[in-house]
Every structure is written in structure tokens, then in C-alpha cells.
């Protein structure tokens, strides 16, 4: 069964960390790409990061560069999602991904996980 849970998420001051996981089921992971995507509210769903998980090329877009760092862990199967210095605009839901292709749409990324609530207070 092809699964993504996503955990970590929580309610932190501007300026604060968090720290979020996705557990991915060996068939979602292995030769894959694993992206975090966030929505908004009336906000169209963004990637913000991803990472190959045979060659581990990363990806990181403008707005998180320098703050949040993507991360994996080929034994447990697992990505996660180191995010600091965090500000307002950085509420959103955070949803973990899984594709073959790698880009930055929605479309290419067939599994998704259920989502976990960040909420960052200014």
C-alpha cells in the first residue's frame, strides 16, 4: 500500500522551528522524488522544496531558501523538513508528495499525504 503520513506541524511564534516528517512507504520512495508542498488559504498549492531520492539532488524555492532545508533518510524511508526563522506568511498546510519526474507542479506527483497544519503567529 503506497502511504505518506506527514507529522510535525504545530502552532509557533514568528522567528520560531519546526521541524516536519514524512513517513513514506518503501514503494512511494525508491526511485522517486519527495517534494513538501504548502496551500493557503485562496492560495494556489506551491512546492517549496524536494529531493531525488537515488541521486539526492535538492530543490528549494526562493522563499524558503536559507530557512528551511530538506533532508532524507534512506533506511527508514523518510524526508523531512527542517524549518527555521519562520514568519507569518509561512502558514499554510504542508503536504508531502511523490513523483517520478520531479518538477514543481502538482500534476506530476501521483501520492500525497494528508496534510499537517503550520500556523506561525507575527
Known amino acids: 500500500q503506497v502511504q505518506l503520513v506527514e507529522s510535525g506541524g504545530g502552532s509557533v511564534e514568528a522567528g520560531g522551528s519546526l521541524r516536519l516528517s514524512c513517513a513514506a512507504s518503501?514503494?512511494?520512495?525508491?526511485?522517486?522524488?519527495l517534494a513538501w508542498f504548502r496551500q493557503a488559504p485562496v492560495k494556489e498549492r506551491e512546492v517549496i522544496a524536494r529531493?531525488?531520492?537515488?541521486?539526492?539532488?535538492?530543490y528549494y524555492t526562493d522563499s524558503v531558501k536559507g530557512r528551511f532545508t530538506i533532508s532524507k533518510d534512506d533506511i527508514k524511508t523518510t524526508v523531512y523538513l527542517q524549518m527555521n526563522s519562520l514568519k507569518a506568511e509561512d502558514t499554510a498546510m504542508y503536504y508531502c508528495?511523490?513523483?517520478?519526474?520531479?518538477?514543481?507542479?502538482?500534476?506530476?506527483?501521483?501520492?500525497w499525504g494528508q496534510g499537517t497544519q503550520v500556523t506561525v503567529s507575527s
Open positions: 518503501p514503494d512511494a520512495y525508491v526511485n522517486n522524488y
Open positions: 508528495a511523490a513523483g517520478e519526474f520531479g518538477g514543481s507542479s502538482p500534476r506530476l506527483y501521483n501520492y
Open positions: 529531493v531525488g531520492t537515488s541521486n539526492g539532488v535538492t
